[in-house]
């Protein structure tokens, strides 16, 4: 590894990452993708507030398909501010100032988690450069400076979490054992890397986390299974094997020991949670990969990964990370040699068995971006500074090193803000508004002190209310975790896979979803299955209803209060009004109150112009707004 040195405090400390991640996740004002909300929030807010909540659980907690170590580890901050709120209601605790307290819950444990993983990134790269390096200090601001880590370490993808936690066992594992065998005059056998004090500790926090990890997201396994064989089998590395017999049959042990515990606790947890005993992760290879349900959700070329989403995840920090991969570190101890040819095997082996699967998103990778922030420091330390000047006086200037190479180190930190800084504030930022005017005009017409008797009488029938339809495509916006009170009743369509067919049929090749099929015949689709004066007929048993209100029964709504959607649906909307009897009958007047900006470009075309609130005229109270 690196040569021995002196150690001095870090100029940074965690409190000081913490409060970065902490304003990070609570500011950032965008929507990404619909897991961060439907994979963590919305099975969180229902454990946390019952079934009777809102909650939208899709179709994959029906099917066990998820850890339910994730929703409830937001569960518990959920708790809390409910508690509290409790606690604080007798003294008047205004009903927005608790829903502001339930959104900062997830937000602040997500900046904490953030932060960790910042912070361990941070130790990865001292265990392997040297405790408090300069090579160790540019991996952190590698990773504060991404403007991915910015964009996502602060959203509730269980990605964020897998992230972090593989981070952390990275730092926990022993590196030594990668390194080269050392003996001694007086003991020729050479010395066993386990037998160090703590080394057997750490290991096992190290098992746990990495069994964690892979109990989250199971493709987590490809980083671990590199890990552990080339920690035994040594191909291409540098120097004899430190490693016995006794020494592999320790950590084998600890593998099972450590996996096994882990495991217990999840399938305990699981059956807490889900009512019976299930494995998720047998559940997830057999829908997404054996079944083939995960194309449904799109497929991408095999390069993918390479030509996209390494260069997305990377961003400014490309041109140090792809020299790492291609010829990793051949210049100091064989530890540290082989150590970076172990971090870049890791990164191929798992881009390489993604590249096998047809579904594929950037987050899937996410893991590896502290991999790559690690192995890019040597060559970004070296191109942004100069070297120290040998044997110059130690403590004169001449022994420091200077920032070189100025333009550029500028340029890439006003690209790494410009994207950051649009993605996180301004891309999408309609899905998240739009939920908060809703919200607030619930509270607005629904709150105690602004009811009027003719208004309290009236909301003795709220519960009939449907207050808002969204015709937009499925998962375009957060649900009960933004919306916050249960009876905002509210109707969203749907994209349930086809669970009931078989791969290769004409049934699975020709299904429609429900949004799918508004945007085929929007007019038809609304006089058909949301307003016709007969139900439609029942969908198959294996098909799962949202988590829509009670009183939504498909074809059979009630007049919504307001209409949400895409600003491109509103002439099929006043067609729909206009020249159908359905549409007719209903007596709706549409009227835009609310309109927000939601970016400068979409990849689906669906989604593309901005999102409009409109009011159906039929009560009294709307607000006196327009768009």
Same mark, same amino acid.
């Given at each position: 590894?690196?040569?021995?040195?002196?150690?001095?405090?870090?100029?940074?400390?965690?409190? &000081?990452?913490? !409060?970065?991640?902490?304003?990070?996740?609570?500011?950032?004002?965008?929507?990404?993708? +619909?897991?961060?909300?439907?994979?963590?929030?919305?099975?969180?807010?229902?454990?946390?507030?019952?079934?009777?909540?809102?909650?939208?659980?899709?179709?994959?907690?029906?099917?066990?398909?998820?850890?339910?170590?994730?929703?409830?580890?937001?569960?518990?901050?959920?708790?809390?501010?409910?508690?509290?709120?409790? !606690?604080?209601?007798?003294?008047?605790?205004?009903?927005?100032?608790?829903?502001?307290?339930?959104?900062?819950?997830?937000?602040?444990?997500?900046?904490?988690?953030?932060?960790?993983?910042?912070?361990? *990134?941070?130790? @990865?790269?001292?265990?392997?450069?040297?405790?408090?390096?300069?090579?160790?200090?540019? %991996?952190?601001?590698?990773?504060?400076?991404?403007?991915?880590?910015?964009?996502?370490?602060?959203?509730?993808?269980?990605?964020?979490?897998?992230?972090?936690?593989?981070?952390?066992?990275?730092?926990?594992?022993?590196?030594?054992?990668?390194?080269?065998?050392?003996?001694?005059?007086?003991?020729?056998?050479?010395? &066993?890397?386990?037998?160090?004090?703590?080394?057997?500790?750490?290991?096992?926090?190290? @098992?746990? !986390?990495?069994?964690?990890?892979?109990?989250?997201?199971?493709? $987590?396994?490809?980083?671990?299974?590199?890990?552990?064989?080339?920690?035994?089998?040594?191909?291409?590395?540098?120097?004899?094997?430190?490693?016995?017999?006794?020494?592999?049959?320790? @950590?084998?042990?600890?593998?099972?020991?450590?996996?096994?515990?882990?495991?217990?606790?999840?399938?305990?947890?699981?059956?807490?949670?889900?009512?019976?005993?299930?494995?998720?992760?047998? $559940?997830?290879?057999?829908?997404?990969?054996?079944?083939?349900?995960?194309?449904?959700?799109?497929?991408?070329?095999?390069?993918?990964?390479?030509?996209?989403?390494?260069?997305?995840?990377?961003?400014?920090?490309?041109?140090?990370?792809?020299?790492?991969?291609?010829?990793?570190?051949?210049?100091?101890?064989?530890? #540290?040699?082989? *150590?970076?040819?172990? @971090?870049?095997?890791?990164?191929?082996?798992?881009?390489?068995?993604?590249?096998?699967?047809?579904?594929?998103? =950037?987050?899937?990778?996410?893991?590896?971006?502290?991999?790559?922030? =690690?192995?890019?420091?040597?060559?970004?330390?070296?191109?942004?500074?100069?070297?120290?000047?040998?044997?110059?006086?130690?403590?004169?200037?001449?022994?420091?090193?200077?920032?070189?190479?100025?333009?550029?180190?500028? %340029?890439?930190?006003?690209?790494?803000?410009? #994207?950051?800084?649009?993605?996180?504030?301004?891309?999408?930022?309609?899905?998240?508004?739009?939920?908060?005017?809703?919200?607030? &005009?619930?509270?607005?017409?629904?709150?105690?002190?602004?009811?009027?008797?003719?208004?309290?009488?009236?909301?003795?029938?709220?519960?009939?209310?449907?207050?808002?339809?969204?015709?937009?495509?499925?998962?375009?916006? /957060?649900?009960?975790?933004?919306?916050?009170?249960?009876?905002?009743?509210?109707?969203?369509?749907?994209?349930?896979?086809?669970?009931?067919?078989?791969?290769?049929?004409?049934?699975?090749?020709?299904?429609?979803?429900?949004?799918?099929?508004?945007?085929?015949?929007?007019?038809?689709?609304?006089?058909?299955?949301?307003?016709?004066? *007969?139900?439609? /007929?029942?969908?198959?048993?294996?098909?799962?209803?949202?988590?829509?209100?009670?009183?939504?029964?498909?074809?059979?709504?009630?007049? +919504?209060?307001?209409?949400?959607?895409?600003?491109? =649906?509103?002439?099929?909307?006043?067609?729909?009004?206009?020249?159908?009897?359905?549409?007719?009958?209903?007596?709706?007047?549409?009227?835009?109150?609310?309109?927000?900006?939601?970016?400068?470009?979409?990849?689906?075309?669906?989604?593309?112009?901005?999102?409009?609130?409109?009011?159906?005229?039929?009560?009294?109270?709307?607000?006196? =707004?327009?768009?």
């Amino acid at each position: 590894m690196a040569p021995p040195r002196s150690v001095r405090k870090s100029r940074i400390s965690f409190t &000081d990452v913490l !409060l970065v991640r902490l304003v990070n996740a609570l500011s950032i004002a965008t929507f990404f993708q +619909p897991d961060e909300y439907f994979q963590s929030l919305e099975p969180a807010w229902n454990l946390a507030f019952g079934s009777d909540s809102g909650s939208w659980l899709t179709w994959e907690w029906h099917y066990q398909l998820r850890s339910s170590l994730h929703p409830i580890l937001f569960a518990i901050p959920y708790m809390l501010v409910d508690y509290l709120a409790r !606690l604080l209601e007798p003294f008047g605790l205004p009903a927005a100032l608790r829903s502001s307290m339930l959104l900062a819950a997830p937000a602040v444990l997500q900046g904490f988690i953030a932060a960790l993983g910042d912070w361990y *990134t941070f130790k @990865l790269a001292s265990n392997i450069y040297g405790q408090d390096s300069l090579n160790a200090n540019v %991996a952190l601001m590698l990773q504060l400076v991404s403007p991915w880590q910015w964009y996502c370490a602060s959203r509730t993808f269980s990605n964020s979490l897998e992230a972090t936690i593989t981070t952390m066992a990275l730092g926990f594992w022993p590196w030594p054992l990668l390194g080269a065998a050392t003996t001694t005059k007086e003991n020729p056998k050479p010395l &066993d890397p386990l037998r160090q004090s703590g080394v057997i500790s750490r290991l096992r926090v190290c @098992l746990c !986390l990495a069994a964690l990890a892979v109990v989250l997201r199971p493709t $987590n396994v490809l980083i671990w299974a590199t890990v552990a064989c080339l920690t035994i089998t040594r191909p291409f590395f540098r120097g004899p094997s430190p490693l016995s017999l006794s020494t592999i049959s320790v @950590l084998i042990r600890e593998a099972i020991l450590c996996g096994s515990v882990v495991l217990g606790l999840s399938l305990l947890a699981d059956r807490a949670y889900f009512g019976f005993w299930t494995l998720p992760a047998h $559940n997830w290879l057999n829908f997404n990969i054996t079944k083939s349900l995960a194309v449904f959700y799109g497929s991408n070329p095999w390069h993918y990964y390479i030509l996209q989403g390494i260069p997305l995840l990377c961003t400014t920090i490309l041109p140090f990370v792809l020299p790492a991969l291609i010829r990793p570190q051949t210049k100091g101890t064989a530890e #540290l040699e082989n *150590t970076h040819r172990t @971090l870049a095997a890791a990164v191929l082996v798992t881009v390489t068995t993604l590249s096998l699967i047809s579904h594929k998103e =950037v987050r899937f990778i996410y893991p590896l971006l502290p991999i790559f922030s =690690v192995l890019a420091a040597p060559c970004a330390t070296s191109f942004f500074t100069t070297p120290p000047k040998a044997g110059a006086p130690k403590g004169a200037a001449a022994s420091k090193r200077q920032v070189r190479n100025k333009g550029y180190l500028v %340029a890439g930190l006003a690209v790494n803000c410009l #994207l950051a800084g649009y993605l996180s504030y301004f891309h999408q930022g309609a899905p998240i508004q739009v939920l908060s005017f809703l919200r607030q &005009d619930y509270e607005r017409i629904h709150a105690p002190s602004s009811r009027t008797a003719t208004a309290a009488a009236a909301d003795s029938n709220r519960s009939e209310e449907l207050f808002a339809l969204f015709l937009m495509p499925c998962h375009s916006t /957060p649900w009960r975790s933004h919306l916050v009170h249960a009876n905002l009743h509210a109707y969203a369509l749907t994209c349930d896979p086809p669970l009931h067919t078989q791969p290769n049929t004409v049934e699975r090749d020709t299904y429609r979803d429900e949004a799918d099929r508004f945007y085929d015949e929007p007019v038809g689709f609304l006089q058909r299955e949301l307003f016709s004066a *007969t139900p439609p /007929p029942a969908p198959p048993a294996s098909v799962v209803p949202g988590g829509r209100s009670p009183n939504a029964v498909p074809g059979m709504l009630n007049p +919504p209060r307001y209409i949400v959607g895409f600003e491109g =649906v509103e002439a099929h909307l006043r067609d729909f009004l206009t020249t159908t009897e359905e549409g007719r009958a209903m007596g709706l007047r549409l009227r835009p109150v609310w309109r927000g900006f939601n970016g400068l470009f979409h990849e689906d075309w669906r989604r593309a112009g901005n999102i409009v609130v409109w009011d159906t005229g039929i009560f009294p109270d709307a607000p006196d =707004v327009s768009a």
